[in-house]
C-alpha cells in the first residue's frame, strides 16, 4: 500500500506517469467517470480548507466514488480528545482512501503509520502539502512543457509556507533548474531547505528582498501570502502582510512568457487587476489541482483504465 506524505514518494518517473494521466483526464474526463464507482475517500480536516478539501472530493466525484469526512476539528472527536492514531484506525473501516489535514506537522505520517488504507497528507502544519506540489507541478508541466532550466521565483511567506518547501524539494530533482528567493529577512526561507536541500545538492539560488530585483529574470514566479494563522504576534503580521502587492506595473518588468502561480487563498499579494494578464495562471491551477487528484486517487488505489 502506498501513501503520499510528501512530494518525493514519488520518483521522477513515477511522478511523470501521474502528471501524464492527470493530462489524460484533462483530455477526456468522462473516460474516468465510472473508474471509482463503489469507492469512498474520507476527507478529514482539522484545518480550514477550500481548494484542497473540495478538489479532492470533486475529484472522487468525478471518478464516480463518494466522500465521506469532517471540515473542522470541532465536528468530529477529535473534539472529545480522540488520537489522530484512533481516528485513523476507525476511518479505515469506512472508507477506501483518506486525505488529512492537520495543523501539526508530521500528523499524516501518524496516521499512515496506523492505516489500513492509502493516506494523503493535504498538509501538515509548516511542514509539507505534496498535492499542492503535485497541482503546481501539473500546472508547469501543462503550461511550460519541461522543469529542466527554469529560473523561479518563489516570493513572500518563505519560512512558513510549505508549499514553497515542498515546491523546492521537488523541483531540485530536474538540471538546470535556480531559484531566486524573494522574502523580508523575517521571513527567509529556513537554513535547513537552504543548506541540506539547496546547497547540499549546489542549487544555484540567491535571495532579494525586493519583487523588482528578480522579475526581468524569471521563468515562474510563485506568489505566497504572509499566513496570519502562522504568526505568534498580531502585530509582526501587521507589519508583513502587504510587504508584497503584485500589481499591472510590477508585471510590466516581467518576460512575456513569464507564468504567474500562487497556491491561494490570496489576501493582498497580487492585485485583482493582475488577473486578466494572460501571465496570470492561479485559477487555472486550481483547476488543475482537480485532475491531479484524481490522478493521484487511481494511482494510490491502484486502479487502471485500458
Ligand atoms: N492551496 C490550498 O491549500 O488552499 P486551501 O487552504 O483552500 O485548501
Redesign the pocket.
Given at each position: 500500500m502506498k501513501h503520499l506524505l510528501n512530494p518525493l514518494d514519488f520518483t521522477v518517473t513515477e511522478l511523470e506517469s501521474l502528471l501524464k494521466l492527470a493530462n489524460a483526464i484533462e483530455a477526456d474526463p468522462s473516460r474516468y467517470a465510472h473508474a471509482c464507482e463503489g469507492k469512498k475517500l474520507a476527507t478529514c480536516f482539522y484545518e480550514?480548507?477550500?481548494?484542497?478539501?473540495l478538489s479532492f472530493e470533486a475529484a472522487m466525484i468525478n471518478l464516480g466514488g463518494s466522500v465521506i469526512g469532517f471540515a473542522s476539528g470541532d465536528n468530529s472527536s477529535a473534539a472529545k480528545g480522540e488520537s489522530v492514531s484512533d481516528t485513523i484506525r476507525v476511518i479505515s473501516c469506512y472508507a477506501d482512501i483518506c486525505a488529512i489535514r492537520h495543523p501539526k506537522e508530521g500528523a499524516a505520517l501518524v496516521a499512515s503509520s496506523r492505516s489500513s488504507i492509502p493516506v494523503i497528507n493535504a498538509?501538515d502544519g509548516g511542514h509539507q502539502?505534496p498535492t499542492?506540489t503535485l497541482t503546481d507541478l501539473l500546472t508547469i508541466y501543462s503550461l511550460k512543457g519541461h522543469f529542466d532550466h527554469l529560473k523561479v521565483g518563489l516570493c513572500g511567506d518563505l519560512k512558513f509556507g510549505r508549499?514553497v518547501h515542498s515546491l523546492i524539494d521537488a523541483l531540485i530533482r530536474y538540471d538546470g533548474v535556480e531559484f531566486i528567493l524573494i522574502s523580508p529577512e523575517e521571513l527567509r526561507v529556513p537554513g535547513y531547505i537552504r543548506e541540506d536541500l539547496l546547497d547540499a545538492n549546489q542549487i544555484p539560488y540567491k535571495e532579494v528582498e525586493r519583487l523588482e530585483d528578480a522579475l526581468s529574470e524569471l521563468d515562474l514566479l510563485y506568489m505566497t501570502r504572509v499566513q496570519k494563522e502562522r504568526f505568534f504576534n498580531e502585530e509582526d503580521y501587521i507589519r508583513m502582510k502587504d510587504f508584497y502587492i503584485l500589481d499591472k506595473a510590477k508585471m510590466e518588468l516581467a518576460p512575456k512568457d513569464m507564468l504567474v502561480l500562487h497556491?491561494?487563498?490570496r489576501v493582498n499579494e497580487i492585485a485583482v487587476e493582475v488577473d486578466d494578464d494572460p501571465r496570470a495562471v492561479y485559477f487555472k491551477q486550481a483547476q488543475y489541482g482537480v485532475y491531479v487528484r484524481m490522478a493521484l486517487i487511481l494511482t494510490l488505489l491502484d486502479i487502471h483504465i485500458d
Open positions: 480550514p480548507s477550500t481548494r484542497t478539501r498538509g502539502h499542492q508549499t497556491p491561494l487563498p
